[in-house]
């Protein structure tokens, strides 16, 4: 049925293809939002609202826009401005109505628009869920799935990264490799053990 | 020498044990395992694990000179990773296998983090990983119990169990075969009652409590017996489960390692159960059929985390 | 003499890789094998010398306020002109980078030259810049692809490094591209630990 396929897109986008230990999508936020858990937890909470709602507008967009204009080749700038503005927007609207909650998620906003994870998304979903021009059945829901989920990956793998490198600031690390490098070597750690999930039939 | 003047918060408590003590204590109890792997395997095996100690020893001393630190390879860490990483392998594996492992164990799983006690992931399991995820076909070509010197090559209950759809009778084994170790797998993790026996002593001398152990135990049955793989539900095996792979070896030997579990009591539960639901996960869809390493070492990421949520607040402290 | 400093300083000073750690999302990715390495660097270096030649020349119409959408919409321009051309000549190539050419658009280094250089200096200059950088970025790239490739398959270019070695499948893998990475910025450390 068709739940196979949800579930197989939950665990594939959790554990299987986690887009930062194995896609390598969203390194840079990755590396400069988790030194501290609770920034982490905020970066990650933004990350999946943003992700979610671009993947849903962008597949509306293509779907009801590129398709029909046969204009798909444009897919690429059209969705960055897509999420572009969509960020900006949503950055004012918290701006207004929370300001509590834009001094918790506000500063993590404008990083998210250059996250190779937002725009990877959209574009996988569209690689995913479309045969040509042609949308595959729940696609839609398929693609908000993804979406959602990818962001969840993003957010697990960047809080236990938060927490090794909370835990590793009493250590004697060697000065070499102390920074960006250690956390490399955990991150290779880390996408060493999610290779237990290679292979993944549900 | 500046460090004798540094005086720590209190409280100061002493205790008699020393880290070395224990380890040599948590190798003591390895032997027996490690004995009847030479008697079910041969004399292959046993090079495997001298190898693997060896070389464990020799990049401890290399890595510990380059930082100039000092010299301390008798508090037996390196040595017991060694150990812990040659009963993690086929006794057949060509012996350079055992030698890079152990290099990939202590240089990069434990001395870039700083060396003993700092290591967030268990440096065997890591090389382990490492290894069966570069050399596939070497890592998973068992020999057939009592088959030396020229060995047959078998498949684990477990393979039998995935790949084949097998039951134990299928097999030609019993319950009474898993728990001596007259069945395929690594050289340390057949001997389920030897295993038992060391890991009985830890436990009377309380260097390792059960808490993690039992868990893992408790989680792994459970959703064995629950979801069994050829569907139905609630009829799963739960004694094959627990005794026809690595997890004896794992949840007593490597899930309790000091540094890479949580403190408290109730973290040490958390990390038991997903152990077990890791496990249990691996076995029954992924792509492996035995999945006690990576689930170790997936929860060893989480240990800072249920650090974090499970110790006490301090005393007037606010959240 | 300074245009030749413009262009050397992404090679080794200013690595944007190893040095100021950008664009190591697709540093990661596609140093799978040398081809695919050199493939992602050259587009990349075409798509930040072109912005940077664009974003120098208009540098002075636009207004500040929204100077980063202005500068996104011309990287994506010709990020959008190499997935075109690579799909109709170099369609294999197209195919193994696969979402990695268009995620060119959000590649830090070339935003960040982008804003950090061309928009402040003339063309030439910003030329040179995006011209380093992006070769810079490709050596980078090929390091690293040379270093998993060669470990991890056991030849570079289909010709077999070492006889007789039997490759570690994991240097291939998303582990193996992030270990090399990590100690290969410890190196780099090192090294500048040394000069200063």
Redesign the interface.
Known sequence: MELTAFITVIISMVFVNNFILSKFLGLCPFLGVSKKTSSAVSMGAAVIFVMTLSGAITWLVYRFILVPLDITYLRTITFILVIASFVQFVEMVILKKSPVLYRALGIYLPLITTNCAVLGVTVLNIDNFFKGAQAVPYSFLLSVTQSFFAGVGFTLALLLMSGIREKLQLNDTPKAFQGVAIAFVIASLMSLAFMGFQGFRF | MSDMFVVSTSPHLRHKDSISKIIWMVFLALVPAGLAGLYIFGPASLWVIIAAILSALVTEALILLL?GKKLRLFDGSAALTGLLLAYNLPSDVPLWIPV?GSFFAIA??K?????LG?N??NPAL?AR??LL????TYMTTWAKPFSYPDAISSATPLNLFKEGGMNLSQMGLSYWDLFLGNRGGCIGEVAVAALLAGALLLIALKIISLHIPLSYFISLGLFSWLFPARGGFATGDILFAILAGGVILGAFFMATDYSTSPLTRKGQIIFGLGCGL?TF??RR????PE?V???I??M??????I??FTTPRVYGAKK | MKLIREFTKGLFKQNPIFVIALGLCPALAVSTTMENALGMGAAATFVLVSSNIIVSAIRNIIPQKIRIPCFIVVIASFVTIVELLMAAYLPALAKSLGIFVPLIVVNCIILGRAEAFASKHKVLPSIMDGLGMGLGFTLALALVAAIREGLGSGKIFDVVVIKGYEPATMMVLAPGALLTLGILIAVTNLIKKRKA
């Open positions: 930082r890079v990069i799983a001395q870039i983090f700083g060396g700092r967030i992931f890591a990983a490492f995820i570069s050399w596939p890791f996960i691996i869809w992924g792509g492996y999945g390493s990576f689930s070492l997936i060893n990421a989480f240990v800072p985390i650090d974090r």
